[in-house]
Nanobody, 118 residues
Framework: QVQLVESGGGLVQAGGSLRLSCAAS????????MGWYRQAPGKQRELVAA???????NYADSVKGRFTISRDNAKNTVYLQMNSLKPEDTAVYYC????????????WGQGTQVTVSS
């Protein structure tokens, strides 16, 4: 069993910054890609940023230049540094990990709320 525990969400004014963290624990041999998704009310869940075990990154166009994803493989932890936040960044942010444990399993965190006030 694998758990993803997120932290770092909250309320911030437009232009502010937040840093999200997601730590994976449990029966983990290794983790392939890790990523952050978000879901705003009435909208579909969308990819925000992803990072491979080798450090290659991918970002949604809407966050490029403002958000930075990073990971600590030794700690099985992924981070999302969010700068210059906008009200449209308001959503529940979910951590995702492709965990290798015999085969590859897809795990999700419980979600953390990010609210950006104007």
């Amino acid at each position: 069993q694998v758990q993803l525990v997120e932290s770092g969400g909250g309320l911030v004014q437009a232009g502010g910054s937040l840093r999200l963290s997601c730590a994976a624990s449990g029966s983990i041999f290794s983790i392939n890609a890790m990523g952050w998704y978000r879901q705003a009310p009435g909208k579909q869940r969308e990819l925000v940023a992803a990072i491979t075990s080798g450090g290659s990154t991918n970002y949604a166009d809407s966050v490029k230049g403002r958000f930075t994803i990073s990971r600590d493989n030794a700690k099985n932890t992924v981070y999302l540094q969010m700068n210059s936040l906008k009200p449209e960044d308001t959503a529940v942010y979910y951590c995702n990990a492709a965990v290798v444990a015999g085969t590859v399993y897809d795990y999700w965190g419980q979600g953390t709320q990010v609210t950006v006030s104007s």
